[in-house]
């Protein structure tokens, strides 16, 4: 994340708020639920759209080991049972 980004999520999160009618005081006729689920809806909704969530590594197994090593090592585990 760099700064740009965070700046988009809170510019996402203010206008969610606002957009949702989110009272940012204590002192209204709405329940404390339906405030607390406002603010959720906006912080979540935002995150998803600005902030990367996910990893993605390539892993390829394939040449870890050199054909002779793996070959060793599969006759080794064969000597391994047979003792």
């Known amino acids: 994340m760099n700064n740009e980004l965070w ?3 809170t510019d996402q999160v203010l206008m ?3 957009f949702n009618n ?13 405030t607390w ?5 906006s912080v ?4 998803l759209k600005h ?7 390539l892993r390829n197994f394939q ?9 060793l090592h599969h006759n080794l585990k064969k000597l391994g049972n047979i003792i």
């Open 7 to 9: 700046q988009l999520y």
């Open 16 to 18: 969610n708020l606002s």
């Open 22 to 34: 989110t009272p940012l005081n204590a002192n209204t006729t709405e329940s404390l639920e339906a």
């Open 37 to 41: 689920h406002k603010i959720q809806t």
């Open 44 to 47: 979540v909704s935002a995150a």
């Open 51 to 57: 902030i990367p969530n996910k990893k993605v590594t």
């Open 63 to 71: 040449h870890i080991y050199s054909a002779k090593a793996s070959y």
